[in-house]
């Protein structure tokens, strides 16, 4: 806007970007990000997404990558977006994810925030805790930012339309939100890495109930991860489909045969709070205590 006043905008700081991840940086002056939901595999992650997020960049996005989850994955995008004060918007596409509701537990925290056990309100995503981030971040990342939703929308030329609008001087009307480059944010950045005090937000528990259910849940696990108690001839594998891959810190490993994943869970390589998948599965990954129900008393998955 021709008014004589001078756009804000700020340097970022040297360890800007502070969180490693699935995406690309492009103008750190930019005013806007794009998050793409990725609801695939890590290892199938298609042309249309990795287009989607070239083109953001290409256009002048300041930083545009792929979501896969609405915890530890929220977190990190939002790390990385108040480190960085010039992003004022935030285009949010691609397909939802159905097993983790990434995009729902995007627009919900927009709109609603947290409560105070840092779960995020009116979502029906599974797992929409961030308690890895502090409160600081979480505030200031909504005060910061304008979502503009996208979600389910994979043309790259609407998604090039919707950053180059983005930037514009001047007041420019884009699919209903009306949106120019302001300047940054007036307040400094906020350049901090995620504390993984909890690596596993669907083992998170506060309420007596719940601790109880937790307590019993993990002596089953105990037993089963003991050759006496739970030997192969008591696990019955047979019946499962047998390709499984597993996802642990963020590495994936695999094709499996259910007996591996066995021989994984007793020596402690994985736990029943890890995921897996298997083709049958589609395009969500699962928790393996949801997909091999645990009998104490038989012994057998």
Not at 1 to 8: A, F, I, R, S, V
Not at 36 to 62: C, H, K, M, Q, W
Not at 84 to 110: D, K, Q, W
Not at 126 to 144: A, V, Y
Request: glycine letters at 6%; aromatic letters at 10%; one cysteine or more.
């Amino acid at each position: 806007m021709d008014n004589g006043t001078k756009l804000l905008k700020i340097k970022t700081p040297p360890d800007y970007p502070p969180e490693d991840g699935r995406y690309l940086r492009g103008n750190d002056y930019s005013p806007v990000a794009v998050v793409a939901i990725l609801a695939y595999f890590d290892f199938e992650i298609p042309e249309y997404l990795e287009n989607l997020v070239r083109i953001s960049i290409e256009t002048g996005a300041a930083l545009a990558g792929t979501l896969q989850t609405e915890n530890i994955g929220l977190e990190k995008v939002i790390a990385n977006i108040v480190a960085n004060p010039n992003i004022r918007y935030v285009i949010l596409c691609g397909r939802e994810s159905a097993g983790h509701l990434t995009g729902e537990a995007f627009i919900a925290l927009m709109k609603n925030g947290v409560d105070e056990k840092r779960n995020i309100v009116g979502t029906d995503a599974p797992h929409p805790t961030l308690h890895n981030i502090p409160m600081e971040s979480i505030d200031r990342f909504r005060k910061q930012i304008t979502l503009i939703n996208l979600l389910d929308e994979v043309n790259p030329d609407i998604n090039k339309k919707g950053v180059w609008s983005c930037y514009q001087e001047e007041p420019t009307e884009f699919m209903g939100y009306n949106v120019y480059d302001y300047g940054a944010f007036p307040e400094p950045s906020i350049c901090k890495k995620i504390t993984w005090k909890i690596t596993q937000p669907w083992t998170y528990v506060e309420d007596e109930k719940a601790l109880t259910t937790m307590s019993k849940v993990m002596e089953a696990a105990k037993k089963v991860a003991k050759p006496e108690a739970a030997s192969p001839s008591k696990i019955a594998t047979s019946k499962l489909p047998q390709t499984w891959y597993v996802f642990k810190d963020n590495m994936q490993y695999g094709p499996l045969d259910p007996s591996m994943i066995i021989e994984w869970l007793r020596e402690g390589r994985i736990t029943i709070y890890d995921f897996i998948w298997t083709p049958h599965f589609g395009s969500s990954w699962k928790r393996i205590i949801d997909v091999l129900i645990l009998d104490t008393k038989n012994n057998h998955y």
